[in-house]
């Protein structure tokens, strides 16, 4: 009983929580879907939707020239404002830029370019969704810094539910090769204008007026830091995961691409619902024995020896029966998939213990580690898409090679860490 009066009270917890209950949610959606739309769409479908998604998540992650991450730092709310309104014409004229060079070099090349020459329908939809995450992004951080952590939740619910009803409702209706674009792009639509309305309503803001073109000049100097900074190693981290799936796309084609997708996708989920508790937890317990001037290597252990523990528990028994499990979930049409599950499983395990502990260098401000850490990934990647060129290697041997080289990087970073956080408090003699 004391325990949930002192939750009603601490506002930071219940503000995180609500975070937590909205993301939790938002992924749960697509889980309980998936073996619908699986029997819904081919693998061809799905790997279409991986190159769509694979041009968004890099483009998308560089759209507000990482602005969006200074909103909650002034002290005046309307340099927060401002900064909020930089965010976003900073992604319209991301956007009015692509859209004048997919006019002038073709949407045709650029879909050859890509792999897959059928998705030159829907290449000039790109534009217009990189405007909405950057609606999204911005928004997503006013409402966190003014605390209405709920509306955050509940936009992230809708973006989510949106995307796979119209998946959904457009595949029954028989709309199987483009369903599952059109419902990403429904679902970002239809997450910024949750976000808008609510922010307008609730928080009684209007980003078309009062807005001063030097103020928002001055703004982008003073926290230029974060385009400059920022942005080269989230750019690096988004390619590092997506290179990757246009090699097979390009390479191997869109079967053997949806196949792969489906069996990466859905063995993290699952694994990132837990990874992603695991990490806020950390940063809020490190963060705080970090400003104290604490020792953090201790409780850093302790948390690499759970999540050991954690992935022994998880992958062990899912190595031996993911195959099965991908054909009796997501049908017979997907047991390739569970094939390719069992290759990359000892790459998940070794994310999900390191993804989480990597938030350290965040709390201990090591922001030319963590890009170090992006690109050697990156470079690990495009190192094993050249030796499977050169070689002329299968695809699941590429897979077997993809699985070996990243997980030895994964486990060399974890090394890396540890052993950064000691020599860092052993130089501030903690």
Not at 104 to 113: H, K, Q, Y
Not at 372 to 381: A, G, K, M, Q
Not at 405 to 416: K, N
Request: net charge positive.
């Amino acid at each position: 009983m004391d325990s949930f009066k002192r939750l009603k009270s601490d506002g930071f917890l219940k503000g995180v929580l609500t975070l937590s209950s909205g993301v939790f949610i938002a992924q749960l959606i697509p889980l309980m879907v998936a073996p619908i739309l699986s029997r819904i769409y081919t693998p061809n479908d799905f790997g279409r939707l991986t190159i769509y998604l694979s041009v968004i998540q890099v483009l998308g992650s560089i759209a507000t020239g990482r602005y969006e991450l200074a909103i909650v730092l002034p002290k005046k709310n309307r340099d927060a404002l401002n900064l909020t309104r930089l965010s976003i014409t900073i992604s319209l004229s991301l956007a009015v830029f692509l859209f004048l060079i997919m006019a002038t070099v073709g949407r045709n090349r650029i879909a050859f370019f890509l792999g897959d020459p059928d998705l030159a329908s829907w290449v000039l939809l790109i534009p217009f969704q990189l405007l909405f995450i950057g609606v999204c992004n911005a928004l997503n951080f006013y409402c966190i810094r003014k605390k209405r952590f709920k509306i955050v939740s509940q936009s992230n619910v809708v973006r989510s539910g949106s995307t796979n009803l119209t998946q959904l409702g457009l595949g029954f209706a028989g709309y199987l090769p483009v369903g599952l674009i059109l419902g990403q792009f429904v679902g970002q639509v239809s997450g910024s204008l949750m976000f808008s309305l609510r922010a307008r309503i609730a928080l009684k803001i209007d980003l078309l007026k009062d807005s001063r073109r030097t103020e928002l000049v001055n703004l982008a100097k003073r926290y230029i830091s974060f385009p400059k900074f920022s942005l080269p190693g989230i750019f690096v981290n988004m390619l590092s995961i997506n290179i990757f799936n246009l090699f097979i796309g390009k390479i191997f084609g869109l079967a053997n691409l949806g196949q792969f997708s489906y069996s990466f996708r859905y063995l993290t989920i699952p694994a990132g619902l837990i990874g992603n508790a695991f990490a806020h937890a950390m940063f809020q317990n490190l963060s705080e024995k970090w400003s104290k001037q604490e020792s953090i290597s201790t409780e850093l252990i302790k948390s690499l020896k759970k999540l050991s523990i954690i992935t022994v528990l998880i992958f062990i028994p899912a190595f031996f029966v993911v195959e099965d499990l991908f054909v009796i979930i997501f049908g017979i049409e997907w047991k390739i998939a569970g094939e390719l599950a069992q290759i990359i499983i000892p790459l998940v395990a070794i994310r999900f213990v390191v993804s989480p502990i990597s938030i350290v260098l965040s709390v201990t401000e090591n922001q030319k580690q963590e890009f170090i850490l992006h690109f050697s990934i990156f470079v690990s990647t495009v190192i094993v898409c050249l030796l499977g060129l050169v070689l002329g290697l299968s695809f699941r041997n590429i897979l077997y090679l993809y699985t070996l080289i990243l997980s030895s990087v994964y486990l060399i970073v974890l090394y890396w860490i540890i052993v950064i956080v000691k020599s860092r408090e052993s130089n501030e003699s903690y």
